[in-house]
């Protein structure tokens, strides 16, 4: 795991030196990411290269970055892992001399030989840049699930792309002001969906896209669509059949993300997801497994219980970190200047990754993306319940609208006003239900909050609408895979991947996610829903591998961090809350008047204004201060 940065199309011969400064400020800044080498290669005229890196396969020095490739001049800055390195250097090494053991080596000689083909070859978690001197073309693309990011923004000194945004802003080159549309998202979502960031002029390459730049030319282009692969898999399987193809994916992508030179363990809450993955990696090594656990003194919400049972099955090498409240709450400033995009989501994956990295492991295993795989949110249950309601439809709009007011003055939370604009709606299929579940703040708050971002389209709602529109490969998905395209292409990619990313890479600390496996994935995206969900959530999973998991695991409730975030905010953190909320109020765009409603309002104990929907605002404001964004 690593980070990259690098500048295309310098201008003019003279521009070299302040480029080669402007490359120099970029990695600079991502010296968090990868502690343990630094590289530039600035001698091009047209592009420059940097690297910050975090030795994870192949610790040498000759594997340190940009790797140049002496017989051809050809340069990569590679940032992730290719975790089947080894096969494709079996492949290849009858026509390239290798000169390391490294996996950033085998992608250099895949693009050679293969070109943008190379792609699909890969599995794995990845953002690289690529030069190849003899074409004069630089190839920057991202991995099929957008696990790692990438950055870039159009200059008048040429294109510079990154791995974090504030990167790109420590280059001189960006106007600092914030995009209009994409304002409007983040209030919806609490994230900014790709291309867009929040800063005009910034955009992200979405997953699945590469973008190839040569003299004046630019192509972007997808080169991995989850709908359209998932169409290809036979659907049409008997259970038993199924199973064992799912328990044969996750065997495989568990045990290529094992592969490692450095320290490495896993997160383990004692959930199903969690528990999965550590049985899995005990069944593909003779070596004793580490485990994490990070759990706090909150009682009936504490987790080690389950956790300890499952590092017991296991015999791991467990460890159990135990904070206090106030431990997370002292780490919450650090975890607000460590994110490198707004979110309304984060610090718990910043005090995680803090305790895991301080314990001497590089590199974690991960449980996310088994929810979203196989069906385990709320979100499928209710969207599922939702669609075979449509017939409400069919009732007169005003008897809607007038129930649901009925039902949000008696309830008066967040959670029924939300219901209340369902019934209001003229439609009850997913792509106007799902957009809305996963909203923070409604349309009737936004023209109150900030009027001009209340005019601007929904960015979910469009992007699901093309997805499984009619004519489109996801229309024949099965209901409950649908909603994992809209999880994984919406929440998952631009929440929680972004938040794994910023947050456990400020303490270079690498998290692999095997339900991420672009077969496994497939797979369950083409089980029909009744094998999917025929009784329990997430039964193709636990199914798939019976022998690994105690029933007590299989179910337990739900939990996750349950923290006094409300108390926080209204006093420890008030300071902190009333500095971010009064820089947003300066925005142009932003209702002070509003701002200031709905703080009172929120410190009056209005159930309407829940915590995590105040520190959505009180992050966007922080960090446009932070980063001085108008």
């Known amino acids: 795991m690593c980070g990259i940065t690098g500048i295309y199309g310098i201008p003019e011969t003279d521009a070299c030196a302040a480029s080669a400064e402007a490359l120099a400020r970029m990695t600079k800044s991502i010296a968090h990411r990868g502690p343990d080498a630094s590289g530039l290669w600035t001698s091009d005229e047209e592009v420059m290269l940097g690297h910050r890196r975090l030795s994870i396969i192949d610790t040498q020095e000759h594997s340190n970055q940009p790797f140049i490739h002496a017989p051809t001049g050809d340069v990569i800055v590679f940032n992730g892992e290719v975790y089947n390195y080894r096969e494709l250097r079996e492949e290849l090494k009858g026509g390239f001399k290798f000169q390391t053991e490294s996996d950033t080596e085998v992608v250099l000689a895949a693009l050679q030989a293969w070109g943008t083909a190379a792609l699909h070859r890969f599995n794995g978690m990845f953002a690289f840049a690529f030069w190849s001197s003899e074409k004069r073309e630089l190839l920057l693309a991202r991995d099929r699930m957008g696990i790692k990011p990438l950055y870039f923004a159009e200059t008048p000194s040429g294109l510079i792309f990154s791995s974090e945004v504030r990167s790109l802003l420590a280059s001189g080159w960006i106007d600092k002001r914030h995009d209009p549309i994409a304002l409007a998202d983040y209030l919806r979502y609490q994230t900014v969906h790709a291309p867009r960031t929040i800063i005009q002029g910034v955009s992200m390459l979405p997953a699945g896209h590469w973008m190839r730049l040569q003299g004046e030319e630019t192509t972007v282009s997808s080169w991995w669509d989850l709908a359209a692969e998932a169409a290809n898999i036979e659907r049409e399987l008997p259970r038993p059949e199924r199973l064992k193809r799912i328990r044969s994916a996750m065997e495989n992508a568990v045990d290529l993300r094992m592969r490692s030179d450095v320290p490495l363990g896993a997160f383990l809450s004692g959930g199903i997801d969690s528990s999965a993955i550590v049985g899995l990696m005990k069944s593909a090594t003779d070596q004793q497994v580490s485990t994490f656990s990070v759990t706090f003194d909150e009682g009936e919400f504490d987790e080690s219980t389950w956790s300890r049972m499952v590092a017991k099955r296991f015999d791991t090498d467990h460890h159990e970190i135990r904070l206090e409240s106030q431990d ?209 959530p997430k039964q193709l999973l636990t199914d798939a591998i019976p022998d690994l998991l105690p029933d007590e695991v299989i179910h337990r409730p739900k939990m996750g961090f349950v923290l006094p975030w409300e108390q926080w905010m209204k006093r420890d953190l008030k300071a902190t809350c009333e500095g971010g909320l009064a820089y947003l109020s300066g925005i142009d765009g932003i209702s002070k008047r509003e701002i200031d409603r709905i703080w009172m309002a929120f410190l009056k104990g209005d159930a309407r204004w829940t915590f995590s929907r105040l520190w959505t605002l009180v992050v966007l404001g922080h960090w446009m201060k932070e980063n001085a964004i108008q």
């Open 328 to 536: 997370f709450l002292h780490q919450v400033p650090d975890a607000l200047s460590a994110m490198d995009h707004p979110s309304g989501d984060g610090p718990n994956t910043y005090v995680v990754s803090a305790a895991t990295k301080k314990e001497g492991i590089t590199v974690a295993l991960s449980g996310l993306g088994g929810d979203e795989s196989f069906a385990g949110y709320p979100v499928f249950k209710r969207s599922q319940q939702l669609l075979e309601k449509r017939w409400l439809a069919s009732w007169p709009k005003g008897l809607r609208k007038a129930v649901g007011a009925v039902y949000s003055a008696g309830k008066k939370d967040a959670t029924s006003r939300k219901m209340a604009a369902l019934l209001g709606g003229d439609y009850f299929d997913l792509e106007h239900t799902y957009p809305l579940s996963r909203q923070i703040f409604l349309e009737s708050d936004l023209r109150k909050l900030a009027p001009q971002a209340a005019q601007m389209p929904n960015e979910v709602y469009q992007w699901l609408s093309q997805k499984i529109a009619p004519e489109s490969n996801g229309f024949a998905l099965p209901f409950l895979s649908k909603v994992s395209l809209a999880e994984m292409g919406t929440y998952m990619n631009h929440t929680l991947l972004r938040d794994t990313d910023q947050m456990s890479m400020a303490h270079a600390l690498e998290v692999r996610v095997p339900f991420l496996d672009h077969h496994l994935v497939l797979e369950a995206m083409a089980t029909p829903d009744n094998q999917k969900w025929p009784h329990t």
